[in-house]
């Protein structure tokens, strides 16, 4: 959630948790992780803890 305390991007998101937790990004933990973390976005957003909207053609996550 704190990473979601500005507007920020899926990608920009994803690259946060990475760099947060040390983790080397290769295309199926891109794909792996960022299925799970899409997942947790909108289970967040539908308990009403994040909201989504669309900024210069990106859906922005935000806290």
């Known amino acids: 959630m704190s990473m979601c305390s500005e507007p ?4 920009h998101l994803l690259k946060k ?11 199926e933990q891109h794909a792996l992780v960022g299925s799970t973390v ?8 539908n308990e009403g ?9 990106l859906l922005m996550w935000e806290h």
Request: glycine fraction near 0%; avoid cysteine; charge should be negative.
């Open 17 to 27: 948790l990475f760099e947060t937790y040390d983790l080397r990004m290769t295309f």
């Open 8 to 11: 920020v991007s899926f990608e």
């Open 49 to 57: 803890r994040l909201h989504s909207m669309i900024e210069n053609n």
């Open 38 to 45: 899409r997942s947790y976005l909108t289970y967040l957003t």
